[in-house]
């Protein structure tokens, strides 16, 4: 039946590249189907060959703590990597006004490349289990094609600032020439994206479930300036490019989420976190766009920042901060770091009292010490705030959270931004109508 389904799809396909006034956008829709589909048929029919290969764990929040498929993400990022080369006759060509032209060829098949790099990198991670302190770099290496071909191509290293800032120093332009500092704030780009997700992660579907949620909110500004502009803008050829990268993405993602959701039937490891972090930075960066992409990665931002005193250090950080799994009532309960062997500094105290009277973490206290702390990441803290409730649910309320903070970012981005930097790229393209 998956076979049949793949054949159909390949014929939906086939249609939709017959279209050739979105030719781009339409193809990667057609070809997002047919990755669906052979993510659909790969996961069930390969799954038992990860678990003989020794590539399984446990899931810890349930029962009988199944023995789960672990490193699935590698069939969806092999597969659209296989998808960004098929598609390539497809989108470039020289001779159509609705298609990329082939100078714009050598931008993808750099990110294609920086994919492919990450892809490994973060295999070797799952196979080899690296340590946070030498893993942490690994998705700027992998970024450092895109970074190379950006340089030779474009080197565009400006970014806007808001315009009262300018004319503080007395400047006409509002715009800032960063010159080589821009490759390393695009390289901390290319860092972040992929740990962030990888750090908020940790329950069913999670992983996969907030890449669903960023990669819609990128699609859905994307689509705002494809609705309001023509071939013949740059903002509209950007935001083309970035949509074929994303749609095809979003085919292969949403197939993964389907056995990753709860109760999970795969594990997607580390793979699939810098695999689709990276994509997501590839986006920034050869759109020259990395300010609007922060925008949605801030519950990200916020969990690596709350996350803080436990990855560098200043307290007891255990190995996995899962929430706790309680076999009775089958919920689960935020979870706990303790200070029985290294008791928490006097210094903290203050602080941390405080934190607990906003409801920003939890604390266990035995004749006024404090003997447990909650552990600071998002999830706790959504814990905190609502109480135990089912893995499901947590889930979904940190993606349905991810997408009201983001959309509203993007509101913001097209509305209030625009008057503080004194410019919008879409300003351009509304002039006309």
Same mark, same amino acid.
């Given at each position: 039946?998956?076979? &049949?389904?793949?054949?159909?799809?390949?014929?939906?396909?086939?249609?939709?590249?017959?279209?050739?006034?979105?030719?781009?956008?339409?193809?990667?829709?057609?070809?997002?189907?047919?990755?669906?589909?052979?993510?659909? #048929?790969?996961?069930?029919?390969?799954?038992?060959? $990860?678990?003989?290969?020794?590539?399984?764990?446990?899931?810890?929040?349930?029962?009988?703590?199944?023995?789960?498929?672990?490193?699935?993400?590698?069939?969806?990022?092999?597969?659209?990597?296989?998808?960004?080369?098929?598609?390539?006759?497809?989108?470039?060509?020289?001779?159509?006004?609705?298609?990329?032209?082939?100078?714009?060829?050598?931008?993808?098949?750099?990110?294609?490349?920086? /994919?492919?790099?990450?892809?490994?990198?973060?295999?070797?991670?799952?196979?080899?289990?690296?340590?946070?302190?030498?893993?942490?770099?690994?998705?700027?290496?992998?970024?450092?094609?895109?970074?190379?071909?950006?340089?030779? +191509?474009?080197?565009?290293?400006?970014?806007?600032?808001?315009?009262?800032?300018?004319?503080?120093?007395?400047?006409?332009?509002?715009?800032?020439? /960063?010159?080589?500092?821009?490759?390393?704030?695009?390289? !901390?780009?290319?860092?972040?994206?992929?740990?962030?997700?990888?750090?908020?992660?940790?329950?069913?579907?999670?992983?996969?479930?907030?890449?669903?949620?960023?990669?819609?909110?990128?699609?859905?500004?994307?689509?705002?300036?494809?609705?309001?502009?023509?071939?013949?803008?740059?903002?509209?050829?950007?935001?083309?490019?970035?949509?074929?990268?994303?749609?095809?993405?979003?085919?292969?993602? &949403? !197939?993964? %989420?389907?056995?990753?959701?709860?109760?999970?039937?795969?594990?997607?490891?580390?793979?699939?976190?810098?695999?689709?972090?990276?994509? $997501?930075?590839?986006?920034?960066?050869?759109? #020259? $766009?990395?300010?609007?992409?922060? /925008?949605? %990665?801030?519950?990200?931002?916020?969990? %690596?920042?709350?996350?803080?005193?436990?990855?560098?250090?200043?307290?007891?950080?255990?190995?996995?901060? &899962?929430?706790?799994?309680?076999?009775? +009532?089958?919920?689960?309960?935020? !979870?706990?770091?303790?200070?029985?062997?290294?008791?928490?500094?006097?210094?903290?105290?203050?602080?941390?009292?405080?934190?607990?009277?906003?409801?920003?973490?939890?604390?266990?206290?035995?004749?006024?010490?404090?003997?447990?702390?909650?552990?600071?990441?998002?999830?706790?803290?959504?814990?905190?705030?609502?109480?135990?409730?089912?893995?499901?649910?947590?889930?979904?309320?940190?993606? /349905? &959270?991810?997408?009201?903070?983001?959309?509203?970012?993007?509101?913001?981005?097209?509305?209030?931004?625009?008057?503080?930097?004194?410019?919008?790229?879409?300003?351009?393209?509304?002039?006309?109508?």
């Amino acid at each position: 039946m998956s076979l &049949l389904n793949i054949g159909v799809s390949c014929c939906c396909c086939l249609v939709l590249i017959s279209c050739h006034y979105y030719q781009p956008i339409s193809t990667s829709i057609g070809f997002a189907v047919v990755g669906y589909q052979l993510v659909d #048929h790969l996961i069930p029919s390969t799954s038992q060959h $990860f678990i003989k290969r020794g590539l399984h764990g446990k899931d810890l929040s349930k029962l009988n703590k199944p023995i789960i498929p672990e490193t699935i993400g590698i069939i969806p990022s092999i597969v659209y990597i296989f998808i960004l080369i098929i598609i390539i006759p497809f989108i470039f060509r020289n001779d159509s006004s609705t298609s990329f032209n082939i100078n714009k060829l050598g931008l993808y098949l750099s990110c294609l490349l920086s /994919l492919l790099c990450m892809i490994i990198l973060g295999l070797i991670d799952d196979l080899f289990d690296i340590r946070w302190r030498h893993k942490f770099f690994l998705p700027f290496i992998a970024s450092i094609p895109l970074l190379v071909v950006y340089y030779i +191509d474009y080197s565009l290293t400006s970014i806007l600032i808001p315009k009262f800032i300018t004319q503080i120093w007395g400047s006409d332009s509002n715009s800032i020439d /960063l010159g080589w500092v821009y490759y390393i704030y695009m390289g !901390s780009i290319s860092i972040f994206c992929p740990n962030s997700i990888n750090i908020l992660a940790g329950i069913n579907g999670l992983e996969v479930g907030q890449t669903i949620i960023i990669g819609l909110l990128l699609l859905i500004n994307d689509f705002y300036y494809l609705s309001i502009g023509n071939s013949t803008d740059l903002s509209y050829n950007i935001h083309s490019f970035s949509s074929c990268l994303l749609i095809p993405f979003m085919g292969v993602a &949403l !197939s993964l %989420f389907k056995y990753n959701k709860y109760p999970s039937k795969v594990f997607v490891g580390d793979t699939w976190c810098y695999f689709s972090g990276m994509v $997501f930075a590839v986006v920034g960066i050869s759109g #020259h $766009f990395a300010k609007t992409l922060m /925008l949605f %990665f801030i519950p990200q931002l916020f969990n %690596f920042i709350y996350s803080i005193p436990q990855l560098f250090g200043l307290i007891p950080c255990p190995r996995h901060r &899962l929430p706790k799994f309680n076999e009775l +009532d089958g919920l689960l309960y935020n !979870s706990y770091t303790e200070y029985d062997k290294k008791p928490l500094k006097k210094c903290y105290y203050k602080i941390f009292t405080l934190l607990e009277k906003f409801k920003l973490i939890k604390l266990v206290k035995k004749d006024d010490l404090i003997v447990k702390s909650s552990n600071l990441t998002l999830i706790n803290l959504i814990l905190i705030w609502t109480g135990p409730v089912r893995e499901d649910q947590l889930c979904y309320t940190i993606m /349905l &959270l991810q997408f009201l903070i983001g959309f509203i970012m993007l509101i913001l981005r097209h509305t209030i931004v625009p008057i503080l930097f004194g410019f919008d790229n879409s300003w351009n393209m509304l002039n006309r109508h």
